[in-house]
């Protein structure tokens, strides 16, 4: 068999191997949409192949599969008007095992080659890929282009990396040689084999469909298994347009096309992901998304190893503050982004009631607050940076769970208000809320409420900010967290506080580094030990378990 | 902190991790219980230590303890008269939680180090292990020696390798830099920190208790998490020696020696297990023992990462010899090592119908049969010999499971027979029955019937063998597989049915070797892949998913 693919990309792979042990930044996969680097005409070329898609079958050729009626509105307004292949599981899932049969045969080398290119040509998929994120997630065209593509292409290479470096931990071959007596020896030739656990179903969210699914996607394709990915139904153009570059790959390397297959349900259909993922066949699940179904996944799908990224909720602890505009310019950014629809931003803000040190000086509760107030109506304060920022709310619940956030109790010291868009008027865009609540208030702060809304928490002092920031991760999940302190004990404290409690902290952050960034390489997402999820990207437990090693023995 | 225990056994780290790599013999401790090597009192001081704990409490000084009644009665026929310490778990797992605070952290280098000491203390009361593994598994002298001391240490070492190499995969600190424009560097420091599950639970077995539970207590212990250790009612004495130069050994090195506590309950008490493995801080379980409580603890510990080794089927293929009297020798000598008690013994042969070839001619099944039950006469023809093989039968219910078998269907080729022991004349100890019977009878032997219980399998031919040996693997689990033929063809069919059952295959075992050895850092013990068991000992999942890597990031 030809290792072409590999060959060609074993630069990539000996960078992400390098990278995945220093934990440096490092990328193959430029972040910036620029001409100069993907070409003068990519942008243009990306633009008008994502409208080609617009209002047509979007054609797969799988086994086993119909048609769904209906798919994906905008965010930004606009009905997609694609039709995707609905599957019938009981034709298709026998279809990917027996695909399997010579995927998980082939060597190492084979499989890791043909995932290296599959996200090559995602990259060069790029622009497309953006437009196809924006208008499903709502996300800037900027955001969905960095996030959707080359940092999500960052994950899926990680995750190949270290599934490599877990394949390749133990010869193929080796005679194994004992003395077993004054004058006898006896010889093993042994063998390894990886044996993949069966077909993997790959369930995605709606709000970073590649970043969050390219990770588990990868590392079971990788490690010689067979992978179902079911979209969110709000978000299935981006998954479709990777599993369409994955099926175009795979026959170039001769491998059938059905290791990889799109198991989407229409808008208003039935949700086939139970069915899914309960199959006898499916032996692993990737889930990211909500809470209650990330649970139920958790508890009923025995004979599957599950996977999963659930919802947090993420605390900033403000102690005090070199320099206050600096530190609410950040908070700002931090939880307008995206109206707070990452996974990642911050929803509670712990604030001491006798004030902060700014400075060599004291502030008041309230004008912290205020501060971080002023922070995001500057910001919002322009329109055009306004829908930069914000980008659209993906979910009309998410905007109905915002507008009910503000009536629920606490003093709203900044409503939320709607956002016009010049390109986009029916685009669902709207400012966060954000909310005074008092520190025995946990009915309302302590749980998640995705969206654009930021909780103030008025609490006796930075210890017990600490320690509900701690308490919130543990009972609540969370994924990342923030502190701002000048002092060195508090900053050891709240580290040693958080981190017991599972969840990452990052100190101080000013200028163009965010609580919301997560580094492929370098930082690990999720860390599996609180119930914000069980998995993370991207560690060896996250792919070791995804095959199993077989050995044979011949006495020699 | 000072890591003298780790620099003491540094050299014997390397050489572990070497082996992982390498998967060749290595061992550093001496499997021949030789006065030459562990000095010439060795064995007498061993046996007087030992003779020493009978009749006595075995002290433990652990906290939230009382007495049990009774304890284990050896399958020689004596009743060992020691009492335990038994525990209150509501004072025992919060003090435990107290001792890991330090435990966790602790440099890695600390904990490995202390780990590698406990593992050598051990080799030096081999001989008193030996005879605690001896009177309480009923295995002989030699076997309670070897399994139970050093290659039991093996196992415990290649998981405190494993371990080690996981969580030395990325640096502790590591600056981060990132061009974020043309002129403005963000620079992170970043910090990786483990944090350990909790508080682990070791359910031992009564056959190997240390071979198969050194490996879940160091890989847990080494990764910073706490261990009760809750040994089979049958065989405590062996843990509780472990836990007892465990307990000496934290101090020395300035830890809480709460770190490591022994669970036992009395043999005539209620079982503490599932108070145990349930208990909300208990967040890692390691199980070795029956299919029935192993898949209850797979089902109900949603708290814990659960990791089992439950029962398996395992078969022998018999389809083409060069030498049969050596092949007859060497299965002969597989299913009678221990009467069958291993979990890696063959219960299962398949000879086809039509016979097998032998070198250049066919001999018929029923002279293939009478082949393997010669060879078993043959080497339990001479008492002595017979005993130093056999040993003893762990469990009453062994042998009435026995008597059963021979009743239910089938023919008795060879029945069972009780054996004297000349040293211990009320030693429960049985000669294996053979029993014939047809493809079709898979209620029969398409279970697993764990003693010595040997079905002879009639089938219409190789092929068949294989399809059922790979069906036994699939639908019961397997541990273990062994294939005789001389035929390419048939070796490699079988090796890929079997492998693809998630069983390993021995091929053509004659002489000094044998399908019931599994060769630490060399052969993976179970798969993971058919229902013996869903963890490996040893590969990076057994050891990945015990611990976190927690980051923080502080701008500089």
């Known amino acids: 068999m030809s290792h072409s693919m590999f060959e060609q990309h074993e630069k990539t792979l000996q960078g992400a191997l390098e990278a995945i042990k220093n934990r440096t930044y490092w990328t193959p996969y430029p972040e910036i949409p620029s001409g100069k680097i993907y070409g003068e005409t990519a942008k243009a070329d990306g633009l008008s192949a994502f409208e080609g898609r617009l209002n047509q079958p979007f054609e797969l050729n799988q086994p086993g599969t119909g048609r769904t009626q ?19 599981l009981d034709e298709l899932i026998p279809a990917m095992q027996t695909a399997m049969q010579g995927w998980k045969s082939a060597s190492i080398e084979a499989r890791v080659g043909v995932c290296l290119e599959i996200l090559d ?37 990680e995750a190949v990396a270290y599934a490599y470096q877990e394949m390749t931990r133990c010869p193929r071959q080796v005679v194994w040689e004992k003395q077993v007596s004054k004058t006898d020896v006896v010889r093993l030739q042994k063998t390894y084999r990886i044996l993949p656990r069966g077909v993997a179903a790959l369930i995605g969210c709606s709000t970073f469909p590649t970043w969050n699914g390219y990770p588990g996607l990868f590392a079971s394709l990788v490690t010689g298994n067979a992978v179902a990915v079911k979209p969110h139904h709000g978000a299935i153009l981006p998954m479709a347009l990777t599993v369409n570059i994955a099926r175009a790959v795979l026959p170039e390397a001769d491998f059938d096309p059905n290791i990889i297959t799109l198991v989407p349900n229409s808008l208003d259909g039935e949700s086939i992901s ?121 979910s009309e619940s998410t905007v109905r769970r915002m507008t009910a956030a503000a009536t629920e109790g606490g003093e709203v010291l900044r409503p939320s208000g709607p956002v016009a868009h010049e390109k986009y008027p029916e685009a669902r865009i709207h400012s966060p809320v954000i909310i005074k609540v008092r520190a ?109 090693m077989l050995h044979t023995r011949v006495l020699l």
Request: proline share 4%; with cysteine.
């Open 70 to 88: 209906r798919s994906e509105v905008s965010p930004y307004g606009m009905s997609l008007g694609i039709t995707y292949p609905k599957p019938d």
């Open 121 to 157: 040509r995602l990259s060069s998929s790029a622009f497309e890929m953006a437009n196809a994120i924006m208008h499903t997630t709502g996300q800037t065209f900027m955001m969905a282009f960095q996030a959707g593509g080359p940092h999500a292409l960052d994950r899926g290479l």
């Open 274 to 394: 139970k069915d899914l993922v309960t199959h006898p066949g499916v032996r692993i699940v990737d889930y990211t998304g909500g809470t209650e179904f990330g649970d139920w996944l958790e508890a009923n799908c025995p004979q599957a190893q599950v996977f999963t990224e659930k919802a947090g909720v993420n605390s900033i602890v403000l102690d005090s503050v070199d320099d206050l505009k600096a530190v609410t310019s950040n908070i700002a950014f931090s939880v307008s982004l995206y109206s707070g629809q990452m996974c990642t931003a911050p929803q509670n803000i712990f604030i001491p009631k006798g004030g902060i040190r700014v400075g060599g000086d004291t502030i008041s509760f309230d004008d912290a607050a205020q501060a971080v107030v002023k922070g995001v109506n500057w910001l919002l304060s322009d329109q055009k940076r306004a829908v930069e920022v914000l980008g659209a709310i993906q």
């Open 440 to 548: 025995d208030q946990t009915d309302l702060y302590m749980r998640e409420v995705f969206g654009p809304v930021v909780y103030i928490v008025e609490t006796e002092s930075t210890a017990q900010s600490i320690e509900l920031a701690a308490r919130t991760a543990r009972e609540q999940g969370a994924i990342t967290s923030l502190v701002y302190s000048t002092n060195d004990d508090v900053l050891r404290e709240s580290q040693d506080a958080l981190t017991d409690a599972g969840v990452p902290v990052s100190c101080n952050l000013v200028g163009p580094i965010f609580v919301n960034q997560a580094a492929a390489f370098s930082d690990f997402h999720v860390s599996g030990a609180n119930p914000a999820g069980n998995a993370t990207l991207c560690d060896a437990a996250f792919v070791a378990n995804r095959f199993h």
